[in-house]
């Protein structure tokens, strides 16, 4: 069982920056793959971005050049770095772990989320 707890949401103005955080339980917490999801009010959860247990990274497409991610193995963390954010961005956002360190976009291919966080930018 793994255990994942955001941090970092909060309320921000359009164009600035937020570091949302993801810390895991688990002894194996290298070779997991580490996803971002958001779910705005009213839409389908949406992929945001992965990072594999070798450090790959994947953007999706409304995020590339803004959001980068990156990974803390010593200390079993995720971050997420988003800057000059837009209203479009508001939605809370999930951290997700694949447990065989599959970098995927798809949401059912991850076998842990944690309870989100809430990112909400003002314009």
């Known amino acids: 069982q793994v255990q994942l707890v955001e941090s970092g949401g909060g309320l921000v103005q359009a164009g600035g920056s937020l570091t949302l955080s993801c810390a895991a339980s688990g002894r194996t917490f290298s070779s997991y793959a580490m996803g971002w999801f958001r779910q705005a009010p009213g839409k389908e959860r949406e992929f945001v971005i992965v990072?594999?247990?070798?450090?790959?990274?994947y953007y999706g497409d409304s995020v590339k050049g803004r959001f980068t991610i990156s990974r803390d193995n010593a200390k079993n963390t995720v971050h997420l770095q988003m800057n000059s954010l837009k209203p479009e961005d508001t939605a809370v956002y999930y951290c997700?772990?694949?447990?065989?360190?599959?970098?995927?976009?798809?949401?059912?291919?991850?076998?842990?989320w944690g309870q989100g966080t809430q990112v909400t930018v003002s314009s």
């Open positions: 990072i594999s247990m070798s450090g790959y990274t």
């Open positions: 997700a772990s694949n447990v065989e360190g599959t970098a995927t976009t798809r949401d059912y291919d991850y076998d842990y």
